[in-house]
């Protein structure tokens, strides 16, 4: 039977069997990746830069990390590749980094040609990519010694951005700030990222990584094979939903049946035009231009999936995640995925809860955990209880640079893109009533309840005892025009949502 065709004949309960017989590396595997290692990284250590300048500038490795399946603990036996990510001292920033890399890629490819006997080797070089990658890594071949296989060596040079570092801490804010006002294309820099993406995976439990395996296999073997011109997503991105699945599921738990797991990424890949996913162990929302950056992140066509090292590489975008679908949905249907007990199903939303934190002038801020697919009336009676409401509730938010706006109760929060932590004003209306927005110079606006007939001087009281300015200190524009006190709402055709400039 072919190796391709055994996982979808393999019984669901016996699917920790197939990982244990066929995926977990043997011991000769190991071996072979490990001695490809070491004398790679020595190579590139001790020799690839011996004597080279850049510019006036001598060469030296800092360090060398292994990165990729073998660093992450997650190696499939006979098929994983090796990552060496080169940390030199001619990268002083992420744009030196960009100008120098391909002339380093190019110093590397000379010298494997010249001294690839002191590998004790074969070697060739296999790709050096180009294009619109612009020559970021360079890869090798690397025979075996005691097999027929070919271990495959990537190269990665990269800035070292994260210096000495625990990855049980988070970086400092300022490296994701430079890494977002570099401008650098999507993901570019990764590397430099790769001690904090190989302590995401590696510190997971050996459970875990069984699936992550056993996803990794279904992969490389029912997309790779299928499918091989068209942009798949890369394996990371599939590694990414399947912890975060697992954290979902079982929060976390080391004891979980891996045919549940396998079922429920599968049923994630589905339906992956919901998927909105990211985590906030490595950088948050705390620096004013991450958050921002992370927003507008959010904000992409899904599936978004945020590397949780490098916010600048959303894995999800621009990718054939239909074909992903299409082969997700089949092996659904194989016996791999056939259990009899679908009680036991994990419970994984497509994207995590969102934190809504509302606001009523005069009251405590109330919080509130919400399903970003949910539709937004379902908050209402909790927040009618919370804050004591007898009249209409009307909701809206305000992005930093943007109008308010109003939240419908037919429609989402991922509706308006919102994913992360946002703060919601409520305004208790009754009948006859509209709702205004009165916005400040800073761009902050606040939400008002008042009949249409009511004047602007009402208007300006129900300012001022909200803790707005004086009366007599408040200046009303609408659409260019200065509102006289006299004059009412409905007359200055004023409507409901409408935004009203507040000058003092």
Partial sequence: MEPFRSLYETPADELDTFVRQTLQPQRDWKEEVQDAWERSERFLRDVCFHDELIGDQTIRVLKVVKGGSSGKGTTLNHTSDVDLILFLSCFSSFQHQAWLCESIINIIEEKLDRCSRSLAYNITVAQHRGGSRASRSLSFLVQARKSSDVIKVDVLPAFDALGKFSPDCKPRPEIYENLITVGGRPGQFSPSFTELQRHFVKSRPIKLKNLLRLVKHWYLQFLKRKYKKPGLPPKYALELLTIYAWEMGTDESENFNLDEGFIAVMELLRDYEKICVYWTKYYDFQNEVVRNFIKQQLKEPRPVILDPA???NNLGREKRWDLVAKEAAYCLRQACCSTEDSCQDWDVQPARNVQVVVKLTGNEPYKLSVDPYSPIW?????????????????????????????????????????????TVQVLETFPHEIQVFVKNRSGHSKPYAICPDDSVRDLKQKIEVAGGPYVEDQILKFQGRRLRNHCSLSELQIEDSDTIMLLT
Avoid: H, N
């Fill in 310 to 312: 490098d916010p600048t």
């Fill in 378 to 422: 379902k908050m209402k009676p909790e927040i009618k209880k919370a804050f004591g409401l007898i009249g209409q509730q009307r909701l809206s938010f305000q992005e930093p640079g943007r109008e308010r706006q109003l939240l419908s109760s037919k429609r989402t929060l991922a509706d308006y893109g919102i994913f992360s932590k946002v």
